[in-house]
């Protein structure tokens, strides 16, 4: 006994690829106990320290060409003044600058240099012991598709006093707004289940629905409602400024009249 589950999305021109599977999205803890890993970067902190003598570039350039949402990514770098508190960090949008944030009283922020937190972080030697040796090395990221490019930056000072030293160029999805990350809950009655899901497409652009049923069956189609919110939406600072990140569409449909135990 196989139920199917399609989300769908009817675009303007096109319909967009389905899902033929719901796939969970699970987050792992390094430890459940303690300070959270990336509040020790004190990102406020930044200095410029941008040197001729330290590279770093992030490849492949397009992730997501067969339709994943996730993907590897491996970032190579070199630093002729190494050290063992060196780190790379992972930032969405690519462009980070200060020149990019606004302050609650519509004015540029001039400092820190960089006024948005990496999403990941790893260190520089995480993978080359040698690396204060060798002054070069490789990391690998797996990102998932958040609607936003990439970019990644080598920082020295350790996590409490992270010094830019170089930026890579920016990485993208190929379909940035794909619909992805579907959920189940149960609904309001027994007899229903909500399906809910991620995308960057607003009601304009798509007409989101999910598609369900026996496998090899008539399947049904259950329309969908979307929800957003925006930066002015939330209460204050950082939130309303330097900590805000565009949370895409959320697209919610219910499957009515569901019956257990059907043979």
């Not at 139920?3 to 769908?8: K, Q, Y």
């Not at 397009?62 to 993907?71: P, Q, V, Y």
């Not at 204060?132 to 797996?142: I, L, M």
């Not at 979307?226 to 919610?252: A, K, Y």
Request: proline share 6%; with cysteine.
């Amino acid at each position: 006994m196989v139920v199917v589950l399609i989300l769908g999305l009817l675009v303007n021109f096109h319909c967009t690829d389905a899902f033929g599977h719901l796939r969970s999205v699970v987050g792992s803890s390094a430890g459940a106990i303690g300070e959270q890993p990336l509040s020790k970067i004190a990102i406020h902190k930044t200095t410029l320290a941008l040197s001729d003598f330290a590279s770093i570039q992030a490849s492949p350039l397009l992730l997501g060409l067969k339709g994943e949402d996730t993907a590897w990514v491996v970032v190579d770098f070199v630093n002729e003044e190494p050290s063992n508190d060196d780190w790379i960090g992972v930032f969405s949008p690519a462009k980070f600058n200060a020149s990019n944030c606004i302050v609650e009283n519509n004015s540029e922020v001039q400092a820190p240099y960089t006024c948005s937190a990496p999403i990941k972080y790893k260190y520089a030697n995480h993978s080359n012991p040698d690396y204060t040796t060798t002054k070069n090395a490789s990391v690998r990221f797996q990102l998932i598709n958040q609607r936003e490019d990439f970019s990644f930056a080598l920082f020295a000072g350790g996590l409490s006093n992270p010094k830019l030293k170089a930026i890579t160029n920016s990485i993208a999805f190929a379909n940035p707004k794909a619909p992805v990350y579907p959920r189940l809950a149960h609904g309001k009655s027994w007899n229903e289940m909500t399906v809910t899901w991620t995308s960057g497409y607003n009601i304009e652009e798509a007409i989101p629905f999910v598609e369900w049923g026996w496998k090899g069956k008539e399947q049904k189609r259950s329309p969908a409602g979307t929800l957003t919110f925006e930066q002015n939406s939330m209460c204050g600072p950082p939130t309303s400024t330097v900590g805000w990140r565009d949370p895409g569409f959320i697209h919610t449909s219910h499957l009515k009249d569901l019956w257990p135990n059907i043979k």
